[in-house]
């Protein structure tokens, strides 16, 4: 699979939690297949989502194809406004 979501299933944040599933909702609306990734499990996914983005200090979502960087939430919000989803993907 591609497409590489990285989120959390622990945060007190309300606007990660609702970037979190706006991301995953457009992403299932538009029948692209994903995978979740949940760095709660242990502070080393955190550090690889941290090291595959170059940004020491990313927070989820972060958005992978495969271990290609595609962006965070605002750069998926901005393909979704172009509509430019597949190729912010990497798909197209």
Do not use: H, W
Request: with cysteine; proline share 3%.
């Amino acid at each position: 699979m591609g497409v590489k979501l990285y989120y959390t299933t622990v945060t007190a944040s309300r606007e990660v939690k609702s970037q979190q599933a706006e991301v995953m909702r457009i992403l299932e609306s538009k029948s692209i297949q994903f995978e979740l990734i949940d760095i709660s499990v242990g502070g080393s996914v955190r550090d690889e989502m941290r090291s595959k983005s170059g940004n020491p200090t990313a927070v989820p979502p972060q958005i992978f194809n495969e271990d290609q960087y595609c962006g965070n939430y605002e750069m998926f919000a901005e393909a979704v406004e172009a509509d430019t989803v597949e190729q912010f993907l990497k798909m197209a």
